[in-house]
């Protein structure tokens, strides 16, 4: 494996984020205005970093997140192991006060260790590390591959930064995240470091859309 710098995005903002409607794999959502706003400002930021590679998932909110930047030629692969853990049956549901508790009292199993416990109908933590694997090594083991841009979705991204810097999954919520922000790693072949966390001053010229009702 060669020495790369990985920037990891999350998507922009969909209209299910802006309902806090649970979307997971199984829900394949477009960006919604704002979205695209947000997708606009990071290319003008970051346009300038020779890429050599886009890797996304394959549902259609992180493939548009970076679509200027496939649009300029970079290279741009599909990953299906990237893609968002599956909520099972909460997914396309809004959240209601019982399915909140029942959501948070997976999360607090999670972080006691329990990281193999699937949600009703969907994956676990160790479920989506099984299957993201595969796509991690593929990015890493392309010697002529350097400078990297990885766009993908939050629980998602929190267990894949779990395994590139060889954390317990049961810290993954220590990697906070919102829409289309950026953390960049550097990654020597056998190890990663945090170059930047969470980072969303690309985006600090946007004004933040009123909740729909």
Not at 23 to 38: A, K, Y
Not at 75 to 102: C, F, M
Not at 171 to 176: A, I
């Amino acid at each position: 494996m060669s020495t790369k710098k990985l920037y990891i995005i999350r998507h922009g903002q969909t209209d299910f984020n802006l309902k806090g409607i649970v979307q997971g794999s199984g829900v394949d959502s477009s960006l919604n205005d704002f979205g695209r706003l947000q997708a606009q400002a990071f290319y003008r930021a970051y346009r300038h970093i020779s890429f050599d590679r886009v890797y996304t998932s394959a549902l259609k909110r992180s493939i548009e997140t970076v679509s200027d930047f496939i649009a300029s030629g970079i290279p741009h692969e599909v990953l299906p192991g990237l893609n968002e853990i599956s909520w099972g049956r909460k997914e396309g549901q809004p959240i209601t006060p019982e399915e909140d508790a029942y959501y948070h009292y997976v999360l607090n199993e999670w972080r006691k260790g329990n990281t193999g416990l699937r949600i009703e109908g969907g994956e676990s933590p160790e479920d989506v590390v099984r299957r993201m694997a595969p796509a991690a090594k593929t990015i890493l083991s392309r010697a002529d591959e350097h400078t990297i841009l990885i766009c993908m979705h939050g629980r998602a991204m929190r267990i894949l930064l779990c395994y590139l810097l060889n954390y317990p999954l049961k810290s993954m919520d220590v990697f906070e995240h919102e829409n289309l922000c950026l953390y960049v790693l550097n990654h020597t072949g056998t190890m990663a470091s945090v170059e930047t966390y969470n980072d969303t001053r690309h985006l600090k010229s946007l004004s933040v859309p009123a909740v729909k009702a």
